[in-house]
């Protein structure tokens, strides 16, 4: 059985508004986010997995590891 991942992002539409989002990842898709050290490593992950441009946000408060679970 496949794992789940459930990622938990902010990301900035491209009218401006921010957009709390939560996504179900398969072990594929979740391992760049696993792999990301940095918030443009997040960005760069989230563009590869929808293909937009629109900038993500991870919850400052939180460690970035924290995002996927």
Do not use: C
Not at 9 to 15: C, E, G, L, M, P
Not at 37 to 46: E, I, L, N, W
Request: overall charge negative; cysteine-free.
């Amino acid at each position: 059985m496949n794992k789940k991942y459930i990622l938990s992002i902010y990301v900035q539409a491209h009218d401006g508004a921010l957009v709390w989002d939560h996504t179900e990842l398969n072990e594929e898709q979740a391992r760049p986010f696993e792999r990301a050290q940095t918030h443009t490593g997040y960005q760069q992950a989230f563009e590869g997995l929808t293909g937009q441009r629109d900038r993500v946000f991870v919850p400052l408060q939180a460690p970035l590891s924290s995002a996927i679970h």
